[in-house]
């Protein structure tokens, strides 16, 4: 879009959308806007400006949709107002009255909230299976009405890596399409296009935001899909607010050196977590013998700061004593921001899985492991482990 020559993608990173940008400013005007005047009447029929209505897209709204399509390799992306928002229009858009779903027993819980009570209300059935599923399995699994395979790999709680090219060619022998919930590679590291899904979904609020400061979701899809979801996306008034979209585009220049720091920091703290005797194991696929190793180095080119860990049985008030103790991990939802965050989680709590057994008795933590020094946040877990045998 903005360099005639093929370079790298992280000079992509610094360079696209350079086409939106106006009277040599380095950076899109954020416009606000919802009239936008057409010269004529004839132009404004015809639409020839491109921009007939903030609603339906500005400069400023154009230039990220581009970023985030070039990131994941899609055909074009669409802007939700936050992630949730994405996977519920992608749900909508997928389905007719009668339609079945597969999705994968680990998505992200509003999701399957979504998939059950939102689409249940429109006779649409949504079934659920083990993450670890064959593509021989999933495949007996696809019904004539089956209109969708919703897939995220890893699993945002339980890190289960999936075979994403086999499931994706095991669907589209029935000629089913494959959508992603790829927030945990950030689409900067997992070539979900490439890999064979129709449809990527992000929480831009996480690594493309990168800074804990906005909601915002992105659909990215293939030229197939793109009348289907961008109808929808429509139909449904989806758009996002221009302050949003710049601080989403702003956050998304930094993204390449911001994965490899929380990439290297990640690595540090988990692999200094599965050492200790508290711990029962860490489920970080980056990390070499973790589950879903193999398949992360055969399909990833890198990893995010989010990653989970299973404590050995330990009471109810030790846990709080661990966690409360912790200074440097924040107690709180999302991800992708600058700082860590702790967050615990339980698999077999009544309706957060339904196709696969939690092998696992103790608590289980969600850490997210932002830009600080590795160091700090290991001394920080360890004092935290102090206190909670004090317990
Ligand atoms: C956070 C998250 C979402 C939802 O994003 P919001 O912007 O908070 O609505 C969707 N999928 C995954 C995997 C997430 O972690």
Same mark, same amino acid.
């Given at each position: 879009m903005s360099t005639s020559r093929n370079h790298d993608r992280r000079t992509m990173l610094a360079h696209a959308t350079r086409a939106f940008s106006e009277h040599g400013v380095v950076n899109p005007a954020v416009y606000h806007a919802s009239t936008i005047l057409a010269d004529t009447l004839e132009d404004y029929e015809t639409g020839s400006r491109g921009y007939p209505y903030g609603r339906y897209g500005t400069p400023t709204t154009r230039a990220l949709e581009s970023m985030i399509a070039q990131v994941e390799g899609g055909h074009r992306s669409f802007l939700t107002p936050s992630g949730l928002a994405a996977i519920s229009t992608l749900l909508l858009g997928m389905t007719e009255k009668g339609s079945h779903v597969l999705l994968s027993d680990s998505v992200y819980g509003p999701t399957r909230r979504a998939a059950d009570r939102l689409l249940g /209300?429109?006779? !649409?059935?949504?079934e659920y299976f083990d993450p670890r599923i064959?593509?021989?399995?999933?495949?007996? /699994?696809? /019904?004539?009405?089956?209109?969708? !395979?919703?897939l995220e790999s890893p699993g945002s709680l339980t890190m289960e890596v999936q075979d994403v090219p086999a499931l994706a060619q095991a669907a589209h022998r029935k000629g089913v399409p494959v959508a992603i919930d790829n927030?945990?590679?950030?689409?900067?590291? =997992?070539?979900? =296009?490439?890999? %064979?899904?129709?449809?990527?979904?992000?929480? $831009?609020?996480?690594?493309? $935001?990168?800074? &804990?400061? !906005?909601?915002?979701?992105?659909?990215? !899809?293939?030229?197939d899909m793109e009348e289907r979801i961008g109808k929808t996306?429509?139909?449904?008034?989806?758009?996002?607010g221009p302050d949003d979209a710049y601080l989403v585009l702003r956050g998304m220049r930094t993204l390449d050196v911001r994965m490899v720091r929380h990439m290297e920091n990640a690595l540090a703290v988990a692999g200094w977590l599965r050492d200790r005797t508290e711990v029962e194991t860490v489920?970080?696929?980056?990390?070499? %013998?973790?589950?879903?190793?193999?398949?992360?180095? /055969?399909?990833?080119?890198? @990893?995010? %700061?989010l990653f989970s860990f299973v404590l050995k049985p330990i009471s109810e008030k030790a846990?709080? $004593?661990?966690?409360? @103790?912790?200074?440097?991990?924040?107690?709180?939802?999302?991800?992708?921001?600058?700082e860590s965050l702790v967050l615990r989680f339980d698999p077999r709590s009544p309706g957060a899985r339904t196709a696969m057994e939690w092998p696992h008795e103790g608590p289980s933590l969600r850490l997210h492991i932002g830009l600080?020094?590795?160091?700090?946040?290991? $001394?920080?877990? &360890?004092a935290a482990f102090e206190k909670m045998k004090e317990v």
């Open positions: /209300r429109f006779g !649409v059935t949504a064959t593509a021989e399995e999933l495949e007996a /699994r696809i /019904r004539p009405q089956t209109s969708l !395979v919703f927030t945990w590679s950030a689409g900067w590291h =997992f070539d979900a =296009f490439a890999a %064979g899904c129709d449809i990527s979904i992000q929480a $831009a609020t996480k690594y493309y $935001a990168g800074h &804990s400061d !906005v909601l915002m979701g992105s659909i990215t !899809v293939t030229e996306h429509k139909d449904l008034g989806q758009c996002v489920l970080y696929p980056a990390l070499p %013998g973790a589950p879903g190793h193999d398949l992360w180095k /055969r399909d990833f080119t890198g @990893a995010c %700061g846990l709080h $004593a661990f966690v409360n @103790a912790l200074e440097l991990f924040g107690i709180g939802a999302s991800w992708g921001g600058y600080e020094d590795p160091g700090d946040l290991i $001394a920080d877990l &360890s």
